[in-house]
Each structure stands twice: as C-alpha cells, then as structure tokens.
C-alpha cells in the first residue's frame, strides 16, 4: 500500500470535502477521486459515503482513518530518525577506553558531546589498547582512548594531553615518603610492568625512561592495565612508573611519588578510521578538539 494513498484519505477525511482537500493536497479533484477508489478497492471495503453534496466516513472508514493517521506518524518518524543519523544528530556511538583514561580527558569529552548532542547514546567499552586498535580497524569500534603516542594508519588520532610519569611504590617502602625519587636509587627493585602485548607502547615507553637513567628493570610481574599495577605495587610485590593522574584512584597501599629532574610522560591519543566516515564519529571528534582546547 502506498503512502501517498494514507496521506490523501486521512485529509479528505479531515475536510470531508473533495475540493477542499484537493486544494490542501495542492492537487485537482480528479486525481483525489481516483486515489480514494483505488485504495477502496484494494482494502475491498468502503471508506466514505459520497454523493455530489455529502461526503462521510463509514464506520470502516473510522476506524481505518485512526490506524492510518498511526501509520502516517511511524513513517515520518522513521524518516526523520534515518535524516537524523544520517546528518549525525542521532545514533550510537561505542566508544572504548582503558581503565586509566577515566581519570584523564574521557569523562569530560563525554559529557561534552552528550550535552552537545544528547539525542546520540555513547556505549563505553574497556578494552585494552591493541584490542581497540583491532577493533577501529575491523570497524567494531567508532573511537578509541588509546594509551598510545601514534595509531596505525588507516586511523587517525588526536593527542590527549600528556600524563607525567611518577614513581609507585609500596607505602611502606623507604623511599615512599621522599618528596622524588632518582631512578637510580630504583636499580635493584623488582618491577610490575605493563604486558608488552598488551600495550607495547606502554613497556617500551617505561623502559625507556628507566634506561635513560641506566636501569635495567628485573621483571616479576606483568598486568594488563595500569590500576592492575597500581594495586600490585600497593600489595608489595614490586614498584613501577605509572601515570601520575592515578593518584585519583585513591589506592591504599601505594605512593605516588614525582622523579627527580627530566620529566618523562605517557602519551594517549583518542583514534578513529577517517576511512569510515561516519558523520556520528566527526561530531565527536569535533567536541572532543573542543573539550582539549578548553582544557584547565
């Protein structure tokens, strides 16, 4: 059944009057008449009572004209939600991140683009930084918080600001009350690491910074996010390089404590596939520039 075939009975029913109606359709009489028998004819029933001075709906025509008038208000629903998606106004967004972003820009960009947009649901998912990475590229992530300094291409990223790298260490450890720590006085401590295959970027970016000071960090233990090590260090098994905006998780246990002289970072980035082009994903990483250019 057509939908011009709807439109047309549900305002001939509202005017009860051909001309009327044909003038509000912005049609002639002849083709109204005409719609009306062919919609009669392929309900098999009769619509309206229609002599050349009286046109009234039957008792079928009542009650079609209430599911038509049903049928009419989906369908331009339906259009304005596909015109909606398709502009970027509305939609879904999965978005993943690690735990530690949750104390950096994540929350913030989030709650800036819901405010911005809060037709459009975001979906937040853990995930590790290779299996975002993964996911970007499969197409089963829009965007990523990536704990990172670059993505493979197809993707494209946008620097989050820089996390400074501090000391972890157990609270009973003697240097935990300093006001910093030198590297070097770490030389003979057990480390926690991050898992290379995890997050390279995050091993290879600690063991950097510990070669730089001439460390060669002795490994015991390897976890998959940075509050995992965080908790590690606080249960005694070792200490780490984490980053310093940690200190918010407020675990018990463990000292934060800031490295004496150069200061070293974890980068992150937030990534996407420019390749997609989803118009949901440009609107988020439009907010998202702006929530960075605003930041404290």
């Not at 972890?168 to 898992?195: G, I, Q, S, T």
């Not at 590690?232 to 390089?241: C, D, P, S």
């Not at 970072?265 to 996407?272: E, Q």
Request: charge should be neutral; charged fraction near 20%.
């Amino acid at each position: 059944m057509k939908t011009h075939l709807l439109r047309y009975f549900v305002v001939l029913a509202e005017e009860l009057h051909f001309g009327r109606a044909a003038q509000r359709l912005s049609i002639t009489q002849p083709p109204l008449s005409s719609a009306i028998k062919a919609l009669e004819d392929e309900l098999g029933v009769q619509l309206l009572e229609r002599s050349s001075k009286h046109v009234a709906l039957t008792p079928a025509g009542a009650a079609f004209l209430k599911e038509a008038r049903l049928v009419l208000e989906r369908v331009a629903s339906a259009s304005e939600t596909a015109r909606a998606v398709a502009a970027g106004k509305r939609g879904r967004l999965e978005v993943g991140f690690t735990g530690s972003m949750i104390y950096r820009e994540v929350p913030r960009i989030v709650a800036g683009f819901s405010a911005r947009l809060p037709d459009i649901e975001v979906q937040l998912r853990e995930l590790s930084s290779s299996e975002q990475v993964e996911a970007l590229l499969h197409g089963q992530l829009d965007v990523g918080f990536v704990n990172a300094a670059t993505v493979p291409p197809p993707l494209s990223a946008l620097p989050l600001a820089d996390d400074t790298l501090v000391c972890c260490l157990p609270a009973a450890h003697r240097l935990a009350a300093h006001a910093d720590v030198d590297l070097r006085e770490l030389a003979d401590e057990v480390f926690v690491m991050f898992a290379r295959d995890v997050a390279p970027a995050n091993h290879d970016n600690v063991v950097a910074v510990l070669s730089r000071a001439g460390v060669h960090p002795r490994t015991r233990h390897a976890a998959r996010q940075w509050l995992s090590i965080v908790a590690l260090v606080a249960a005694g098994t070792g200490v780490a390089l984490v980053p310093a905006s940690l200190v918010q998780a407020g675990i018990a246990g463990a000292r934060l404590v800031p490295i004496r002289g150069a200061g070293a970072t974890a980068a992150a980035v937030m990534a996407w596939n420019g390749e997609r082009g989803s118009p949901l994903v440009a609107a988020f990483v439009e907010a998202a520039r702006d929530q960075l250019q605003a930041r404290p």
